[in-house]
Each structure stands twice: as structure tokens, then as C-alpha cells.
Nanobody, 123 residues
């Protein structure tokens, strides 16, 4: 059974930083693409950032480029989202997902989802 568990959410002031972590089990982590998504209140879920199995291919949504960094550690079956210069509009429930489809300008169609961790950025 595949398990996807995110952690690291919380309350942070605007301009601050936060790092989310995701642990994946139940599949061969090292050859799967991974990703972070978010859903703000009243909005559709959007792809934030995704990373290919060997970290060569990455995708960032336009709203987070230059502020967020995705990375992975295949030895630990974990991947991360470092978020910097956070803005109130980054407030959302953040989900990590395993086995995602990724190209240079798209990430989505994930097979396995975590339960989500809330990020709140205060102004």
C-alpha cells in the first residue's frame, strides 16, 4: 500500500520561509516523479512544483518561480519544498503526491496523494 505523508506546514509571516517534507513508502521511490500541489480556499488545486525521478527535470508554477525550490533524497524516500519570500497568496493546503506526470511546462495527474499540510502566511 502506497503511503504519502507531508509535514512542515504552519503559520509564517510574509517574507518568511518554510520547508515542507514528504515521505513516500510502498513504491519504488527512486524511479518515480514527485510533486507538490496546493489548494487555496475557493480555488482549484494547482501544481506548485514537480521533480523528475533523477532530479534533472523540474517544474515550477509561475507564481512560485524564484521563491520555491524542490529537491529529493532518493536514499531516504523523501522530497522537499523549500519556500522563501512567502506571500499571503501562498496561503493554502499543500499536498505532496507521488507518481506524477511532469514536463517542462506542466505537472499533474498524480497517482498517490498525501492528506495535506496547511500553510498560512500572515500579512
Amino acid at each position: 500500500q502506497v503511503q504519502v505523508v507531508e509535514s512542515g506546514g504552519g503559520l509564517v509571516p510574509a517574507g518568511g520561509s518554510l520547508t515542507l517534507s514528504c515521505t513516500v513508502s510502498g513504491l519504488t521511490f527512486g524511479n518515480r516523479n514527485m510533486g507538490w500541489f496546493r489548494q487555496a480556499a475557493g480555488k482549484e488545486r494547482e501544481g506548485v512544483s514537480c521533480i523528475g525521478w533523477n532530479s534533472v527535470l523540474t517544474y515550477y508554477g509561475d507564481s512560485v518561480k524564484g521563491r520555491f525550490t524542490i529537491s529529493r533524497d532518493n536514499a531516504k524516500n523523501m522530497f522537499y519544498l523549500q519556500m522563501g519570500n512567502l506571500k499571503p497568496e501562498d496561503t493554502a493546503m499543500y499536498f505532496c503526491a507521488a507518481d506524477v506526470y511532469i514536463t517542462n511546462d506542466y505537472c499533474g495527474r498524480a497517482e498517490h496523494w498525501g492528506q495535506g499540510t496547511r500553510v498560512t502566511v500572515s500579512s
